[in-house]
């Protein structure tokens, strides 16, 4: 049982970790990212198809986001489907790709999606704090019941902290990359 909890806990605080970095690859930091495009969808013959199945993305240049059906045919539905999403930049159709050029950040704007990346870290962080107080409730509940003895629960809590730490750690250390490629540190 032990086991298998901190393993239960381990995997749910890697399903935060992994939330905030989806989370924050949605969030443009001036230059062109193909993870700025993840989330869009494109109404394909009826069917919500995920961007980047029906399209090659790449990054020609820092600034430039190149989009490349696979079926050419397709392009007006992405370029749609391109502006009906919530990314704000204009695609650009040439009649054989699309480009997003990626403007550049005033600094006011820097701030502002640098406080965004602080909220996304912050509700990844009540995320793990939410995972470790249902573990330590466990741990406290199998101790009541006599399924563990008192220095088990007083080992298992100081594991499930250690988990606790290493996560949050970890969540501090994605914002602050997405931080300074944001500010441009």
Known sequence: MTDQLLKDLKQRMK???ESLEYELGGI????ANAS???RITVNYYGADTPLNQMANISVPE????????YDKSTLGDIETAIQKSDIGIPPSNDGDVIRLVIPALTEERRKEIAKR???EEENAKIAIRNIRRDG????KKSEKNGDISEDER???EDDIQKLTDEFTKRADKAARVKEDEILGN
């Open 117 to 119: 990346v602080g909220q």
């Open 62 to 69: 820092a600034r430039v986001l190149l989009i490349s059906p």
């Open 36 to 38: 700025l495009v993840d």
């Open 15 to 17: 399903k935060a970790e």
């Open 136 to 139: 330590m409730d466990s741990v």
């Open 28 to 31: 443009r930091a001036g230059r």
């Open 154 to 156: 007083h080992r298992l």
